[in-house]
T-cell receptor, first 111, second 111 residues
Framework: DTGVSQDPRHKITKRGQNVTFRCDPI?????LYWYRQTLGQGPEFLTY????????KSRLLSDRFSAERPKGSFSTLEIQRTEQGDSAMYLC?????????FGPGTRLTVL | QQPVQSPQAVILREGEDAVINCSSS?????VHWYRQKHGEAPVFLMI?????EQKGHEKISASFNEKKQQSSLYLTASQLSYSGTYFC????????????FGRGTSLIVHP
């Protein structure tokens, strides 16, 4: 257990539905990252927060994706109108010092 | 720019050594190494910062050659628990704090 939690751990949804994931980072960590990982690939960067400010967004993050981090604490990642290509593991990471702490991930399956 | 890892896969017997390489086409500020077991989140192993410092973690160590833009992960006297996929994540010099991950090296240790 790294101290980073994600909820839910698994989500199965039908194409076209909206889904929202939550990440609770380690409380004193200012930065928070979201990644997506598909089978056989390394994590791909989606977006990055410094406190409540969203500082970077990947081109992978289409307009169907939105992320928030109100008050610089937990973060949510929402995917609207899900597509089968959105099926992946969504990882949250909370770096502290020289260490990058990943949460357990949310596995999304879009049917 | 995604770093390139080699080899793609390694099969060892317990007690044997292995080296996994990570190279980038861009000047690097740091290299991170992770191990991921099937169905789990990546676990941080170590970070190497610009300066060519070699680091160690139990029987796992790594080097960073800044001039060659390369890092190598050394696994000595491998144990069954070392099995998994190893990823390097690189941050480019002058870039934002966003690690870009390689495609991974699958390591299988047999008894």
């Amino acid at each position: 257990d790294t101290g980073v939690s994600q909820d839910p751990r698994h989500k199965i949804t039908k194409r076209g539905q909206n889904v929202t994931f939550r990440c609770d980072p380690i409380s004193e960590h200012n930065r928070l990252y979201w990644y997506r990982q598909t089978l056989g690939q390394g994590p791909e960067f989606l977006t990055y927060f410094q406190n409540e400010a969203q500082l970077e967004k990947s081109r992978l993050l289409s307009d169907r994706f939105s992320a928030e981090r109100p008050k610089g604490s937990f973060s949510t990642l929402e995917i609207q109108r899900t597509e089968q290509g959105d099926s992946a593991m969504y990882l949250c990471a909370s770096p502290g010092g020289d260490t990058q702490y990943f949460g357990p991930g949310t596995r999304l399956t879009v049917l | 720019q995604q770093p390139v890892q080699s080899p793609q896969a390694v099969i060892l017997r317990e007690g044997e050594d292995a080296v996994i390489n990570c190279s980038s086409s861009k000047a690097l500020y740091s290299v991170h190494w992770y191990r991921q077991k099937h169905g789990e989140a990546p676990v941080f192993l170590m970070i190497l910062l610009k300066g060519g410092e070699q680091k160690g973690h139990e029987k796992i160590s790594a080097s960073f050659n800044e001039k060659k833009q390369q890092s190598s992960l050394y696994l000595t006297a491998s144990q069954l628990s070392y099995s998994g996929t190893y990823f390097c994540g690189t941050e480019t010099a002058g870039g934002s704090y966003i690690p870009t991950f390689g495609r991974g090296t699958s390591l299988i240790v047999h008894p």
